[in-house]
């Protein structure tokens, strides 16, 4: 079946660090890609999407491309501050009309001032 | 416009007592899910209902019953609480039209004793 595979945390930054969280999926057919980030005590928001291979997803800095050939979608942010602190999980949505997600076990980032 | 909403928030109940957890999503999706966090792992996925009167297992199944009487409403049963049923839950929906995402409740943490 599908499966995603993060890096495990917690990954601990100085403010402006430069920020990768590594994801790697197994999926047949096409999937969705997608970032989600939670924060504490909150449900989770779709940070980015990519829907095709080669497709960049971005949003509030945070970038991650579609690829196909390496079957991953790693998680870049140029300079991180203390407010992105949370848990990141990849995530894909498989290509049968079901749409459901699956997730990787989630990254805690904590960002130090 | 209030997307995904859970009740309650929080519930702590004994192990053999019976509860629902109640969904109501108010941006005329179809599709709706039910998701169980644990820490160190992602969601997984309970169960979805495609739409009004239609529901389909997922990954974890297993001690859940759930209901969609109509579009708006999806809710989730345990009727004999187990300890390994202590989670924190998550609804969503999913839209059929652009762009295409899935929105997630705030999430209900169950504690079994």
């Known amino acids: 079946g599908d499966s995603v595979t993060q890096m495990e945390g917690p990954v601990t930054l100085s403010e402006e660090a430069f920020l990768t969280i590594n994801c790697t999926y197994t999926a047949t057919g096409y999937p969705s890609l997608f970032w989600y980030v939670q924060y504490p005590g909150e449900g989770l928001q779709l940070l980015l999407k990519?829907?095709?291979?080669?497709d960049k997803g971005s949003n509030k800095g945070f970038e991650a491309t579609y690829r196909k050939e390496t079957t991953s979608f790693h998680l870049e942010k140029g300079s991180v501050q203390v407010s992105d602190s949370a848990v990141y999980f990849c995530?894909?949505?498989?290509?049968?009309?079901?749409?459901?997600?699956?997730f990787g076990s989630g990254t805690r980032l904590q960002v130090q001032p | 416009n209030a997307g995904v909403t859970q009740t309650p928030k929080f519930q702590v109940l004994k192990t053999g007592q019976s509860m629902t957890l109640q969904c109501a999503q108010d941006?005329?999706?179809?599709?709706m899910y039910w998701y169980r966090q644990d820490p160190g792992m992602g969601l997984r996925l309970i169960y979805y209902s495609a739409s009004e009167g239609t529901t389909d297992k997922g990954e974890v199944p297993n001690g859940y019953n759930v209901s969609r009487l109509n579009k708006r409403e999806f809710s989730l049963r345990l009727e004999s609480a187990a300890p390994s049923q202590t989670s924190v839950y998550f609804c969503a929906s999913h839209s059929s039209t652009v762009p295409y995402e899935q929105y997630f409740g705030p999430g209900t943490r169950l504690t079994v004793t």
């Open positions: 941006m005329n999706h179809n599709s």
């Open positions: 990519a829907t095709k291979a080669d």
């Open positions: 995530a894909l949505s498989d290509s049968t009309g079901r749409r459901a997600l699956t």
